[in-house]
């Protein structure tokens, strides 16, 4: 019996001995990667199909009557602003014009004669009355003639091109009669149809491309856009009308062609997914999907249920519910981790 406790008492004294000799081991916390909550960037792409239209188009007729001459046009012929287009005969409006321009000087002469008188107390008031109207009136006749004469010449009013040709040369027309169709395609109408939704949302668009059939692969940009405040008359859409710049040479245009208009939306900031890396959601059947949060503050970490939306591009997610923007959310060794454990953010 002794030495029963005599053996015990020695393995005693060796284990103590042992223990002394070792040094106490302190767990170290785990060391994690985190990365921060953001919302998503993304733009909604919209294509539609659209026709394109000259900038300006105007039906040209005389403001007098007459039989045309230098009418030898063609459509498609270009014109500068200003310059002539075609005239009709002058003989009979040069004719008046200096009928009238007569009657004007004789009734200024009067005028200025009768007038001196008057100023003098040598006519009544009556005469000067009559020669004063007379010659208002033959000057506004004159002016009348000079105008018609001038309006025997048809100018172009912009940097345009004949669309269609209504008469033929030597045809007397009427005044105000349309002669011709002329168009402006240094910038053109591109034309689409939107549904409500894009319409009411307008201002959210940051940007509008514009392809055409003929030219595959090229994008050519709007300089500026507008979308129609009511319906159109099938009350199911807007029209939107954008307009491109057509003057370089590479890009000669036309009107009545076809292509696809893009633009992009930018998203509600108030309703923008919030987005996370894709390697920082965990499943638990019992749970659903969650992230580990992390508090910078206690340096501690908490599960946290979340709703996920779509699949993003960068190997990211969308969350939808259980997230706010900047938050920290704990990207590597989940598999480790537990409620309220202290955590160390590994320095990259």
Not at 2 to 27: D, E, W
Not at 199 to 223: H, M, R, W, Y
Not at 315 to 338: F, H, P, W
């Amino acid at each position: 019996m002794r030495k029963n406790i005599f053996i015990y008492l020695a393995m005693v004294l060796v284990l103590s001995s042992c223990n002394n000799g070792k040094k106490t081991l302190t767990k170290q916390p785990q060391v994690v990667k985190v990365s921060k909550v953001i919302q998503s960037q993304d733009a909604i792409t919209r294509e539609f199909p659209f026709i394109s239209k000259a900038y300006q188009q105007s039906e040209l007729s005389f403001r007098v009557g007459g039989p045309l001459t230098h009418f030898n046009l063609q459509a498609g012929d270009y014109f500068k602003k200003g310059q002539l287009i075609a005239t009709i005969d002058q003989r009979d409006y040069l004719i008046n014009k200096e009928a009238k321009e007569a009657r004007y000087i004789q009734a200024k002469a009067e005028y200025q004669r009768v007038k001196t008188l008057y100023n003098k107390k040598n006519v009544s008031a009556k005469i000067f009355d009559n020669a004063k109207a007379n010659y208002r009136l033959t000057k506004a006749e004159y002016e009348a003639a000079v105008n018609a004469l001038k309006d025997t010449r048809l100018i172009a009013p912009f940097n345009g091109y004949i669309q269609d040709i209504m008469t033929e040369e030597h045809q007397v027309v009427r005044a105000n009669q349309i002669v011709l169709s002329f168009i402006n395609i240094e910038q053109l109408k591109i034309e689409s149809y939107i549904p409500e939704e894009i319409s009411f949302n307008a201002s959210t668009i940051e940007s509008i491309q514009v392809t055409f059939d003929a030219l595959q692969g090229k994008e050519i940009p709007a300089s500026s856009w507008e979308i129609s405040k009511s319906a159109t008359s099938n009350n199911i859409s807007f029209l939107m009308t954008a307009i491109i710049d057509n003057h370089h040479k590479e890009n000669k245009l036309l009107g009545g062609m076809t292509g696809t208009i893009r633009f992009t939306q930018s998203q509600d900031k108030s309703h923008t997914p919030l987005i996370i890396p894709q390697v920082a959601v965990c499943h638990r059947p019992s749970i659903g999907s969650y992230v580990w949060l992390y508090n910078p503050t206690t340096k501690k970490i908490q599960m946290n249920p979340i709703q996920l939306g779509s699949l993003k591009q960068g190997a990211l997610v969308e969350v939808t519910k259980g997230l706010q923007r900047e938050d920290l959310i704990v990207t590597t060794g989940q598999n480790y981790l537990s409620n309220q454990m202290t955590v160390t953010i590994a320095k990259s």
